[in-house]
């Protein structure tokens, strides 16, 4: 089998792993919560994703053993980029961060808070949408 096609099944098999754990873990978290006030569940989703992330990246993705990067492609983008793409935006600041790009990681973090933002915005006024 070829690489890339083995890669595809993992990042599918990995991906559908994380939406539907971000589903039910939202499910769960909002029937126990009971009438949204505040959106913890998706803050909650976000922070175990990141979290999970990092386990990740140090046993997967760095790792001098060529084979796991297959796991990394499973777990690292595959259920943690499924779960919640937080997680990547989290590790990549963070990365900033540690390569001492303050001014970068600052502008990546704010500009991807404030474009996303903007999108969302835009996207329900030009289609006339609302979201309450």
């Known amino acids: 089998m070829a690489d890339w096609v083995f890669s595809s099944l993992l990042l599918l098999l990995g991906g559908g792993l994380g939406a539907n ?3 039910w873990i939202g499910v ?3 029937t126990v919560q009971g009438p949204v006030a505040f959106p913890i569940a998706t803050m909650l989703i976000n922070i175990l ?3 999970l992330l990092g386990f990740c990246v140090t046993f997967f993705r760095n790792h001098p053993d060529p084979a796991r990067k297959y796991w990394y492609l499973l777990l690292g983008t595959g259920v943690c980029g499924g779960f919640t ?3 990547t935006f989290s590790l990549e600041t963070l990365e ?3 390569q ?3 001014i970068a990681a600052s502008a990546y973090a704010f500009g991807s808070m404030f474009a996303a933002l903007f999108g969302v915005w835009l996207a329900l006024k030009l289609s ?3 979201v309450v």
């Open 49 to 51: 994703g990141s979290f």
């Open 28 to 30: 769960f978290v909002r």
């Open 96 to 98: 900033l961060m540690q």
């Open 85 to 87: 793409t937080f997680s």
């Open 21 to 23: 754990a971000r589903y």
């Open 100 to 102: 001492d790009r303050l």
């Open 128 to 130: 006339g949408g609302r």
